[in-house]
């Protein structure tokens, strides 16, 4: 795992936490709470570090692409070992990080 989140992921997954929110348990909201905070931070964090120049676009473009593709090998031991939730959330994963590198 690169541990790098690109704007349009971050994005991405910040709505599945809010769809997570809207249809989880009482007891289960908080968690999924918590991942919405700190995916928002890290958003933040990327936005201020774009702002300062501390990522430049050559560098952001290259660990997005990076991460693609880990994503991308990683969605397909997932189908390969059967896991069809977790292979369907990779790929959505995927075309979000695909949507910002095409765009």
């Known amino acids: 795992d690169t ?8 994005v991405h997954e910040i ?3 809010d769809k997570h929110i809207a ?6 909201k908080e968690g999924f709470q918590g ?7 890290r958003l933040e964090l990327l936005e201020l ?17 990076e991460a693609l593709q880990h994503e991308s090998e990683r969605a ?5 070992k059967g896991q069809t939730q977790e292979y369907q959330a990779a ?3 995927v075309k979000a ?7």
């Open 23 to 28: 249809n989880a348990a009482p007891d289960e």
């Open 49 to 65: 570090s774009i702002n300062l120049g501390t990522i430049d676009q050559a560098s952001y473009v290259t660990q997005t692409k």
């Open 76 to 80: 397909i031991l997932l189908k390969q």
């Open 3 to 10: 541990g790098f989140m690109c704007y349009g992921l971050l």
């Open 15 to 17: 709505g599945v936490c």
């Open 35 to 41: 991942m919405k905070e700190a995916l928002e931070g």
């Open 97 to 103: 990080m695909k949507k910002e590198l095409d765009g």
């Open 91 to 93: 790929i959505e994963r």
